[in-house]
């Protein structure tokens, strides 16, 4: 008769400097596969912002030489082109430009919200041909902005359909609030689809288990929309809503290639970076872009710290720790 022979267990304290050991090697070897997409990350994103706020603080003045009587740029290192920003001739058009990206921003996506959830909700309804209207949901996001630009600039023609439609003559390509209303219309008829996707996700996620027990309560469709449906999308909404936002606060080649560059009633802090870089003055622009950025990065820091917007997947439990 035979008995086995059990192996002895090592003592319990050698257990957890063997796995502090195994998770160092692991971070190390994830940060060794991560070490290409961060150093190509630090060349095309990192090195650009330090270029740029390298160039905002540079000063340009441009004067005759007493001695060769030839035209000479002489620059420094200053605050000149942050203060001119804010005051000086530039200041009423630097708020203007100010003023028309944030009412394209939040009017804008205010409105692709709505517009967006809407289509979500068709098309997560089970019909025939399902399929065939969230391909062609999604035609206009899919269409590059400049011919979309184009696309609309045709339409809003002096004989364009839209004057025949409305029965107007309206010159919706000048100077007023009419070129606005054409730029927030394009925008919404491009960017509403890509909300309505998000949303869509949002919605293919919530249990039908949650309808059946709030048709069994009596809730009707408004009373599920907004006890329900809302709050469970809320997390993917909240991400779209961020996207478009960001991607509204940087909007160029919609109102550029629609309107014209450097029209008032249109223009935007990245239309007006590009017209001080277009005249050679880099400092500015470089400044603009400055400006726009930590705009931008402010918008961000609300809607992730504030409104909880779930960029990495984390869900509840992430929230908590």
């Not at 000086?88 to 939040?106: E, H, I, K, L, R």
């Not at 696309?151 to 009419?178: C, P, R, Y």
């Amino acid at each position: 008769m035979t008995t086995a022979v059990q192996a002895p267990t090592p003592p319990a304290k050698a257990v957890g400097p063997m796995r502090q050991d195994r998770r160092r090697g692991v971070g190390r070897f994830a940060a060794l596969l991560l070490s290409p997409t961060v150093l190509v990350l630090a060349l095309v994103i990192g090195y650009p912002i330090v270029s740029a706020l390298r160039l905002s603080f540079q000063v340009t003045h441009q004067g005759i030489n007493p001695t060769t009587g030839m035209v000479e740029n002489t620059s420094h290192v200053g605050l000149a082109n942050y203060a001119g920003i804010f005051s000086g001739d530039s200041a009423s058009q630097f708020w203007n430009a100010f003023w028309n990206t944030t009412t394209f921003t939040v009017a804008g996506v205010a409105i692709e919200t709505v517009i967006g959830v809407a289509m979500a909700l068709i098309m997560h309804k089970a019909f025939r041909g399902r399929g065939i209207v969230r391909a062609s949901v999604l035609v206009p996001w899919a269409i590059p902005t400049a011919i979309s630009g184009l696309l609309w600039k045709w339409i809003f023609q002096s004989d364009g359909i839209a004057n025949t439609v409305l029965h107007t003559h309206v010159l919706w390509t000048t100077e007023g609030f009419h070129a606005w209303g054409a730029v927030l219309i394009a925008d919404v008829w491009k960017t509403a689809p890509f909300i309505g996707l998000l949303a869509l996700a949002g919605l293919q996620v919530i249990p039908g288990e949650v309808y059946e027990a709030a048709k069994v309560d009596g809730s009707g469709p408004w009373r599920t929309f907004f006890r329900i449906t809302l709050p469970l999308a809320r997390p993917a909404l909240v991400v779209a809503v961020l996207f478009r936002m960001l991607d509204a606060l940087r909007m160029f080649d919609l109102p550029f290639v629609l309107i014209g560059a450097h029209k008032h009633s249109v223009e935007t802090l990245s239309t007006f970076a590009w017209y001080e870089a277009s005249n050679l003055r880099y400092g500015t622009a470089a400044a603009y872009s400055t400006v726009l950025f930590l705009y931008i990065a402010v918008v961000a820091f609300v809607f992730v710290k504030v409104l909880g917007a779930d960029l990495i997947g984390r869900g509840v439990e992430g929230k908590k720790k």
